[in-house]
């Protein structure tokens, strides 16, 4: 049974920067795929971010060249660093296994993240 436990969020004004961290427990977290996903208000969650166990990366086009992803298998966390924040990045966000797609249906608590002046 793998656990997902998001932190790192918060509120900060446009073109600041947070990292979110994902520590996740339960199984072997070396030989997974990861990714990150987000859920504003009214919408319906998407993919912002993925790495392969080999750290392979991929962005959706919005995010590109503001966030970046990274793991620490020996810590069994991944991390998504977001720079530049706009407001349309106000979410809460997720973190799951599998590179495009999520594995597994038990969702974490998320973590918030809000961007406003």
């Known amino acids: 049974q793998v656990q997902l436990v998001e932190s790192g969020g918060g509120s900060v004004q446009p073109g600041g920067s947070l990292r979110l961290s994902c520590a996740v427990s339960g199984s072997v977290f070396s030989i997974y795929d990861m990714a990150w996903y987000r859920q504003a208000p009214g919408r319906q969650r998407e993919l912002v971010a993925g790495?392969?166990?080999?750290?392979?990366?991929h962005y959706i086009d919005s995010v590109k060249g503001r966030f970046t992803i990274s793991r620490d298998n020996a810590k069994n966390t991944v991390y998504l660093q977001m720079n530049s924040l706009k407001p349309e990045d106000t979410a809460v966000y997720y973190c799951?296994?599998?590179?495009?797609?999520?594995?597994?249906?038990?969702w974490g608590q998320g973590t918030q993240v809000t961007v406003s002046s």
């Open positions: 790495i392969s166990r080999g750290a392979r990366t």
């Open positions: 799951n296994v599998g590179f495009t797609t999520p594995l597994y249906d038990d």
